[in-house]
């Protein structure tokens, strides 16, 4: 199954029927709806609360901690761990030839690099898991594609086992061979980011396709950027 595919029949078609919902099934989904904003509204608050002078959140978990690795950008500069140390990181996982779940994570990768123009040291690392198609002038194309600011949004290839251990052991985002033949693309991927502290380790993952889960990650990216690099 495809990261983002829909049961079949979910928006109506084959057999008649009408997809707009009746207003006594409409009223659910407008709960359902309020529900998630009032979430939304709650995870803004809470993390206003802990950004007020005086308020400490709680410290992040230590998921992981990610070895030693090198790999190359869509410039052709070599890229190691050493190169990423001393400042927050956020990684996710594309290839270029996705048509599914890629292109959203990419556009959620863009607004997280305008959201965060005022921390600039901050870097935005999109990996591929299909190093075979996608060379360094495959992601040069890419990161264009979404307006990457490349002194920031980073792009990177390289040795597939490299690839795969960096996603699955080091950051803890899956990455597997699809099977066609079940509908999946040639590789199935976390929907998540990640997120690095300059040390290395891994401090969180987050759904990309839930809302509250991105902001969580900007707030949790912030707390780490206040204490690895604090102002003055």
Known sequence: ?????????????????????????????????????????????????????GRTPE??????????????????????RKALAGSPWVAD????????????????????????????????????????????EALERYAARF???????????????VLRRLANEGMKLPAVDGDPAKGDEAIVHSPRFALIDGQSRVRGTYDMRDPEAMLRLRGDLRVLVSRENPPG
Not at 62 to 78: M, P, Q, T, W, Y
């Open 1 to 53: 199954m495809k990261h983002d595919e829909l049961p079949e029949g979910a928006l109506g078609g084959p057999g008649g029927r009408d997809p707009r919902p009746t207003p006594a099934a409409a009223e659910p989904r407008v709960a359902l709806r309020l529900a998630g904003l009032f979430s939304l509204v709650a995870a803004a608050a809470a993390f206003g609360w802990f950004s007020m002078p």
């Open 59 to 80: 410290p992040l978990p230590v998921i992981s901690e990610i070895a030693d690795f090198e790999l190359v950008d869509a410039s052709g500069k070599a890229i190691d």
């Open 93 to 136: 996982l594309v290839f270029t030839s996705c048509a599914g779940i890629c292109p959203a994570m990419s556009q959620e990768m863009r607004r997280l690099q305008d959201q965060t123009s005022d921390i600039p040291k901050v870097r935005l690392v999109s990996i591929s898991v299909d190093p075979t198609n996608d060379t360094p």
């Open 147 to 161: 307006g990457a600011d490349r002194s920031r949004w980073l792009f990177l290839t390289g040795d597939p086992q």
